[in-house]
T-cell receptor
């Protein structure tokens, strides 16, 4: 069964801490994405990567950075956690175009981060 | 600017009836649309998709309709079941690897 695995389901961190969220996929996908989900705001793209060591900013990159040293792993880093970064964080992966029958994202189970 | 909009944040439907979830988009370059379903504390899972060359796609109880002239798509679930209670996101792609998601509609199916 193909998988996107996020290292933690629940995290509680203190304001100002540096936080690492890890995501690993076993589908050999080139593309990986980090989203956050907030009530009423849907899924908002933070960062994405089309290849190893490559990254691009999404719609809300402020306060975040990412690392992709290996194809299967995409890490999201909160440089100095703040309370407004309390959210559900979702990692996803996908194959690149052209579209095949499997076009679309495979998501991880999410990490519920609370910053206190 | 929200390119994909789900104007109904919630919907409540009786078991056995039809659920209709709506989605509007503004970008005429979108050529592929998907619906995802999300349970609490889980990641979204793919439900059904449609290419812009079609106006309907069916998979069991789920049918997606696309009206390109109105820039509108809808997801029909017939008959609705309690296990369908979840948040539904529509998403769109403009021939890129990146999906643009709507804000979601919470569907509750009651007995």
């Amino acid at each position: 069964d193909v998988k996107v695995t996020q290292s933690s389901r629940y995290l509680v961190k203190r304001t100002g801490e540096k936080v690492f969220l890890e995501c690993v996929q076993d589908m050999d996908h080139e593309n990986m994405f980090w989203y956050r989900q907030d009530p009423g705001l849907g899924l908002r793209l933070i960062y994405f990567s089309y290849d190893v060591k490559m990254k691009e900013k999404g719609d809300i990159p402020e306060g975040y950075s990412v690392s992709r040293e290996k194809k299967e792993r995409f890490s999201l880093i909160l440089e100095s956690a703040s309370t407004n970064q309390t959210s559900m964080y979702l990692c996803a992966s996908s194959s690149p175009l052209p579209r095949t029958a499997n076009y679309g994202y495979t998501f991880g189970s999410g990490t519920r981060l609370t910053v206190v | 600017d929200q390119q994909v909009k789900q104007n109904s944040p919630s919907l409540s439907v009786q078991e056995g009836r039809i659920s209709i979830l709506n989605c509007d988009y503004t970008n005429s370059m979108f050529d592929y649309f998907l619906w995802y379903k999300k349970y609490p504390a889980e990641g979204p899972t793919f439900l059904i998709s449609i290419s812009s060359i079609k106006d309907k796609n069916e998979d069991g109880r789920f049918t997606v309709f696309l009206n390109k002239s109105a820039k509108h798509l809808s997801l029909h679930i017939v008959p609705s079941q309690p296990g369908d209670s979840a948040v539904y996101f529509c998403a769109a792609s403009a021939n890129t690897d990146k999906l643009i998601f709507g804000t979601g509609t919470r569907l509750q199916v009651f007995p």
